[in-house]
């Protein structure tokens, strides 16, 4: 089955730095990819997506990066707010084929005030 | 807009006791996705319905799991005897659209003693 793996599982940043969360993925028919962000006794909400056919996506303070050659994928905070504090999962999805939307692991993100 | 709605928040039981999950999507949301997040773990993928019927189930992990859509509204999911290895936070997520803009209920923890 298709990988989707995180490189670290948990990432510590000063507040008003920026955060940079990185994911890799193995299927490369995957066309369409999706940060979510998941608060303590939350479901995962949509931050951001990018379809394979763009390399990068700006969202507010929130940037998505795509590199189909490497299979790499990773979300950008700017200026991290103790609010951004969470569990973010990246999920990839092959549109046109038969699969549904698989996630990684998952890096929790730790904003130190 | 109500979101996705998922009963009970908690649920403890013990080995070998039957559990019931339900799940609301959003309103006119053919699409409804069933996903588990064993803890540590990555957010797996389930079971999928288009209206009534399962159109993927490829990720319910044995026959002790069943879900159903009647009517094509609310779902349930059914764990029967649940084991230790249930325990996990269980998702679940609607759609308009197949495999795009899904949204997540809060998610339903169970714990399995």
């Known amino acids: 089955g298709e990988s989707v793996g995180l490189h670290l599982p948990t990432l510590s940043v000063q507040e008003g730095d920026n955060s940079i969360i990185n994911c890799a993925y193995s299927n490369s028919a995957s066309d369409y990819f999706i940060w979510y962000k998941q608060e303590s006794g939350k479901g995962p909400q949509f931050i951001i997506d990018i379809r394979s056919n763009m390399d990068k996506r700006q969202g507010q303070r929130v940037t998505v990066l795509l590199n189909k050659t490497v299979k790499h994928l990773s979300l950008q905070i700017a200026a991290t707010q103790p609010g951004d504090s969470a569990v973010y999962f990246c999920a990839e999805i092959d549109q046109t084929g038969a699969n549904n939307l698989f996630f990684g692991t998952g890096t929790r993100l730790t904003v130190i005030p | 807009e109500a979101g996705v709605t998922q009963f009970p928040s908690h649920s403890v039981i013990e080995k070998g006791q039957t559990v019931t999950l339900r799940c609301d999507p959003i309103s006119g949301h053919d699409n409804l996705y069933w996903y588990r997040r064993v803890m540590g773990k990555e957010i797996k993928f389930l079971l999928h319905?288009?209206?009534?019927?399962?159109?993927?189930e490829s990720g319910m992990p044995n026959n002790r799991f069943l879900a159903e859509r009647t009517g094509g509204t609310y779902s349930t999911l059914k764990v029967q005897p649940a084991e230790l290895e249930d325990s996990g936070v269980y998702f679940c997520?609607?759609?308009?659209?197949?495999?795009?803009?899904?949204?997540f209920g809060s998610g339903t923890r169970l714990t399995v003693v």
């Open positions: 319905f288009v209206k009534e019927s399962k159109q993927d």
């Open positions: 997520a609607s759609s308009q659209i197949r495999h795009f803009g899904y949204t």
